[in-house]
């Protein structure tokens, strides 16, 4: 039951972020670890995604996010593969990749094993990146259950956060990282 009614939100979240980027007319791609094409998943089952999502990278490996996405192993060290420096990198390597206007980026250590001292089981960060300057968030989340708990959770709260970054963000016609023209667009 906990499951089914998990995915149905899922879905519903899912269809929800697709409905608002298709509105404002832009695009996402997505660099996941912890949630394994989760996210790619539940956005690919939304009909008609095809004209705003680009796809996502599963980047399992730390070797997966140095070579696809361009994260330096010496962040990975200095910082693990679960922290703020690193899920940035991630998006940011998503974003350039795919040439996407939004990025979500998600590591974590979902279980039953891999907890350290300082990053239990459950602590996964999830960064949202956009084309414009300084369009950069990240959050550190520490979730409860299953691995497939934890999981569910991480796509949730990812696709939460681009729910609410994309519905503030103003239309713009962006040659990356500069603004060239914007307008608001308002709700009918």
Same mark, same amino acid.
């Given at each position: ?82 922290? $703020?420096? !690193? ?6 390597? =998503? #974003?350039?990749?795919?040439? %996407?206007?939004? /990025? ?43 691995? $497939?708990? !934890? ?6 709260? =990812? #696709?939460?956060?681009?729910? %609410?970054?994309? /519905? ?21």
């Amino acid at each position: 039951m906990k499951n089914s009614i998990a995915t149905s939100s899922l879905h519903t979240l899912s269809a929800a972020v697709g409905e608002l980027m298709a509105q404002k007319g832009l695009t996402l791609t997505a660099a996941e670890s912890c949630t394994g094409g989760g996210i790619a998943h539940y956005l690919t089952a939304i009909p008609g995604s095809s004209r705003w999502f680009e796809g996502s990278v599963v980047a399992y490996s730390n070797q997966t996010k140095q070579r696809i996405l361009g994260v330096s192993s010496r962040l990975i060290q200095r910082c693990g593969a679960v922290s $703020e420096p !690193v899920v940035l990198a991630m998006a940011r390597g =998503a #974003l350039a990749l795919n040439e %996407a206007d939004f /990025s979500i980026a998600v590591s974590g250590i979902a279980g039953p094993g891999g907890g350290v001292p300082g990053k239990p089981v459950g602590t996964v960060w999830i960064a949202w990146v956009g084309a414009y300057k300084g369009e950069e968030s990240s959050q550190c989340f520490q979730f409860t259950g299953d691995r $497939e708990a !934890v999981r569910d959770s991480a796509i949730e709260q =990812a #696709l939460k956060g681009m729910l %609410a970054i994309v /519905s503030q963000r103003e239309v713009a016609t962006v040659e990356k990282g500069d603004i060239i023209e914007k307008s608001t667009v308002m709700n009918a």
